[in-house]
């Protein structure tokens, strides 16, 4: 792999990076307004991210709102901790991690990928770990990140058995990811497997005054203070579904009439539903999926899941959509939950940035091990 980077570094090096970048702008632009006509293009790509915005964006962000107001009653008042006792015993022999692991598993599933490193970065936390261990947090976060926002809005679609079929597919990904990056770290320093993530210290309990705080006060506080969350998540999504959705749409949707092209929304030049095509066999054993358009939603969460959600409406629409698609969706959403996006920036946090790679490499298989378990569990449970 080095020399192939070596000879590609000589070969394309002296060639600067703006004329790269104005290269892939221009052939990407110019295939679209060839085929769909300038106008067109730029009034569909505007009327498609007005209409994300207004119809998917903010009904977003009321879901991340509900479900942040949700968690945070669940952390005031002992659930949260309920749970990390109850899953503490799958750790070890599931996931290779400490009991107190499963506390990054709940925060992650209540909220986002993030919440594993912020959870990470208390020194009290990582005393449990070994390095290897440890690293592998980033990995073992993300596989539930915004898990309880994904299961409530395939919910609101009319589903509700698939999204649970879905939840345990994330849950198996979840494990060969992790298990996984545990594995490349030691082989790539083996030293990690003995070492400690962080020197054992005494560490003062902080007192929480906010326990004297009367009941309906501590209600209230975290109702608004989870919902407040939800708000600064459902912004943070909004990029992602109107930049990556739009551009995704473009190339996954038809005219919008007969007579070709209007300068609608959600028009496109069909090139994903063509690759789709081609590698229909593989996606239809694998996922299940009944039509070629439905690769648009592990593409997208690559990226953004907030963003994968938004294609569902459409997909639904158009009669895309089944119990298979979304147990598949469910898995593959929750699993990778915008992993590209994500894990460079987790592992820096924690030190250890040369790891992305692997990290990446591990969880890509974990978000298609989650998508094969949730269908296949589905094919059984259609069985039953």
């Known amino acids: 792999m080095k020399p192939f980077r070596k000879l590609t570094k000589r070969i394309f090096g002296w060639i600067p990076a703006g004329v790269v970048c104005l290269a892939i702008f221009f052939l990407l632009f110019g295939y679209l307004a060839s085929q769909m006509g300038t106008a067109n293009m730029l009034n569909t790509i505007m009327k498609t991210a007005h209409d994300l915005l207004l119809n998917t964006v903010f009904y977003l962000m009321a879901i991340c709102v509900i479900t942040g107001a949700i968690g945070k009653i669940f952390v005031e008042f002992g659930v949260v901790n309920m749970l990390e006792k109850i899953l503490r015993p ?163 949707f038809g005219p919008s009439s007969s007579e070709g092209y209007t300068g609608a929304a959600y028009e496109g030049v069909q090139l994903l539903p063509w690759v789709g095509e081609k590698l229909g066999f593989l996606f239809k054993w694998l996922f299940g999926f009944t039509d070629p358009h439905l690769i648009a939603f592990p593409i997208t969460a690559l990226g953004a899941v907030g963003a994968a959600l938004g294609l569902i409406p459409n997909f639904a629409d158009a009669g895309w959509i089944d119990g298979n698609a979304i147990a598949v969706f469910t898995a593959i959403g929750m699993c990778w939950s915008g992993y590209l996006s994500t894990h460079t920036a987790m592992l820096d946090a924690i030190g250890y940035r040369r790891l992305t790679s692997k990290a990446i490499l591990a969880h890509t298989v974990g978000g298609f091990v989650a998508g094969v378990v949730a269908h296949w569990v589905y094919v059984l449970f259609t069985l039953l």
Do not use: W
Request: glycine share 10%.
């Open 90 to 252: 799958l750790m070890k022999p599931l996931f290779n991690l400490p009991g107190v692991a499963s506390l990054g598993a709940v925060l992650t599933f209540l909220s986002d990928n993030p919440a594993i490193i912020s959870l990470a970065q208390d020194k009290r936390f990582a005393t449990y770990f070994k390095k290897y261990q440890f690293i592998s947090l980033t990995n073992f976060g993300t596989a539930f990140g915004m898990g309880l926002l994904v299961i409530v809005f395939m919910v609101g679609q009319g589903f509700y058995a698939e999204p649970f079929i879905g939840l345990f597919g994330a849950f198996m990904g979840c494990v060969v990811s992790t298990r996984l990056m545990q594995y490349f770290v030691v082989k790539a320093f083996p030293r990690y497997k003995t070492e400690d993530a962080i020197e054992c210290e005494e560490f003062v309990e902080d007192t929480d005054m906010h326990f004297k705080k009367p009941l309906f006060q501590r209600i209230l506080d975290s109702l608004l203070d989870g919902g407040r969350t939800g708000v600064d998540v459902g912004l943070a999504i909004i990029p992602g579904v109107l930049v990556i959705s739009t551009l995704v749409m473009l190339f996954t």
